[in-house]
Every structure is written in structure tokens, then in C-alpha cells.
């Protein structure tokens, strides 16, 4: 499979708590994506990391990158019920691959409780 | 404003049919990717391009998927002779004038179009 790998595959936990979950990749990067996609829906953006760059926060979400080891994390904080959904991380191949191909992971299965 | 949209939401078709699904970009977006994404799965890269231009193609799984985008807005993926293994929800997205990097920056998708193939 063409496809990154995340983990883990799903994750269950009480409304409040923290939310961990990990991406890893096999080539070399330009950027590095978090996406959201709610059961049936599309996907939506949530935060984008540059090669050149270690950690981003964005309200209560932080992303980590490190390159060295092609991983990168993503950590809600305080979640919500409304945070249910499955969490997709993507990559874009730097400039030098000669190609356009963005490739997603295999996906988090995120589950809040209320 | 307007989104990404895509029709038909939902398509079904018998083994051996053609089909074309339609993705409306939002406006001014110079980049539209296409993805296939199977149950359970991430999305997988099938083909991107920079206006009208089909600069990367190399995800289509055979030469029954051609897509094309003759005016740089609208976009048709067709599939020819569907089989079994089409079945998918297929996804486009769209995103703006690339940046320095030379790369799409976020992307914006569309709902998908769930195609069953009987």
C-alpha cells in the first residue's frame, strides 16, 4: 500500500481527557497535513506543518514533526464529543520527487464519550 | 462562499458500465486533486491538476480511469467498463495558487461521490 500508517487504528476515551495519535511516513516531506472527516462527510483541513518546523499549535490542537524519525503526532486537548471522528494525516513529497502525490494515512478512529 | 461540490452524490452502476462524476471546484483554485477512498481506508492519490494541465496521473489504477479538466475549473472523472473493485467514495479537492514551496498547501474537498459497482 502506497499509504502511511497511523496509530493507533482507534482510540476511545471519556470526554475532557487528551487525545493522542501518531503518523508515520515513508519518504521525505515538504509539509505534513491533519485532516478530520466526520462519519459520511468529507474531509476538513486542520492544521499544516513545514518540514522546517518542530511543533505548531493551533486552539486545542498541537502537532509535532520530527523528520529524522518520518513521524509526526497530533494531540487534542480537553476533547469534546463533537471531536468523534477519524483523523487522517497526509504528506506531500518534496520538490525534488518530481511528483504531486499527497499520501494519507490509514486513519485514527477517534471516539469521545460524553 | 461556495465549497467543493460534487455530483452525483451517490451513483450505482452494473459490472461492465461507464461512468462520469463531476467535481465544481471553488472558484479561482488553481490546483484539484482526485482521490479514491475505500471503507475503512485513507484517501488514495489518483490524479492531480494545475489548472487544465494533467501534471500527475500516475495513481489512476488502470486505463479504464481518465480524467480531465478542459476549461481549468470543472472536472470529470469517467471510468470505463466499472468493476467490483471500483466501488469507492471518491473524492475531490481543490486548493489555491501554489505557494513558494512549489506544492498545494491546504486542501479543500468535496463530499465524495459513494460509487457502488453491482
Known amino acids: 500500500s502506497q499509504q502511511g500508517e497511523e496509530d493507533p487504528q482507534a482510540l476511545s476515551i471519556q470526554e475532557g481527557e487528551n487525545a493522542t495519535m501518531n503518523c508515520s511516513y515513508k519518504t521525505s516531506i515538504n509539509n505534513l497535513q491533519w485532516y478530520r472527516q466526520n462519519s459520511g462527510r468529507g474531509l476538513v483541513h486542520l492544521i499544516l506543518i513545514r518540514s522546517n518546523e518542530r511543533e505548531k499549535h493551533s486552539g486545542r490542537l498541537r502537532v509535532t514533526l520530527d523528520t529524522s524519525k518520518k513521524s509526526s503526532s497530533l494531540l487534542i486537548t480537553a476533547s469534546r464529543a463533537a471531536d468523534t471522528a477519524s483523523y487522517f494525516c497526509a504528506t506531500d513529497p518534496d520538490l525534488g520527487s518530481g511528483t504531486y502525490k499527497y499520501i494519507f494515512g490509514t486513519g485514527t478512529r477517534l471516539k469521545v464519550l460524553a | 462562499g461556495a465549497g467543493v461540490s460534487q455530483s452525483p452524490r451517490y451513483k450505482v452502476a452494473k459490472r461492465g458500465q461507464d461512468v462520469a462524476l463531476r467535481c465544481d471546484p471553488i472558484s479561482g483554485h488553481v490546483s484539484l486533486f482526485w482521490y479514491q477512498q475505500a471503507l475503512g481506508q485513507g484517501p488514495e492519490f489518483l490524479t492531480y491538476f494545475q489548472n487544465e494541465a494533467q501534471l500527475d496521473k500516475s495513481g489512476l489504477p488502470s486505463d479504464r480511469f481518465f480524467a480531465e479538466r478542459p476549461e481549468g475549473s470543472v472536472s470529470t472523472l469517467k471510468i470505463q467498463r466499472t468493476q467490483q473493485e471500483d466501488s469507492a467514495v471518491y473524492l475531490c479537492?481543490?486548493?489555491?495558487?501554489?505557494?513558494?514551496?512549489?506544492?498545494?498547501?491546504?486542501?479543500?474537498f468535496g463530499p465524495g461521490t459513494r460509487l457502488t459497482v453491482l
Open positions: 479537492a481543490s486548493s489555491l495558487a501554489l505557494g513558494t514551496s512549489g506544492r498545494a498547501g491546504e486542501q479543500f
